[in-house]
């Protein structure tokens, strides 16, 4: 799966919380601060849920592709 920016940013801010999973709200607000918009982050957060590459359970987003995790560290 290619990403694009916004993608990536999205997953290096998921991957940046330390117990694997963060709530919706604490996500959003920390991907406010580098300039998504509500809009932005549901399209997002959409599109990556639906290709697997993220979770949510109970509004807690976690990271299912694990991979991603270790690209991000790369680069």
Do not use: W
């Amino acid at each position: 799966m290619t990403l694009t920016e916004k993608e990536k940013l999205f997953i290096e801010a998921l991957c940046s919380y330390p117990h694997g999973h963060v709530t919706q709200d604490s996500l959003r607000g920390r991907l406010e601060a580098h300039g998504f918009t509500a809009d932005e982050f549901k399209d997002i957060k959409k599109r990556l849920l639906y290709s697997g590459v993220i979770g949510i359970v109970y509004g807690n987003i976690t990271l299912e592709d694990e991979s991603l995790r270790e690209q991000m560290t790369e680069e």
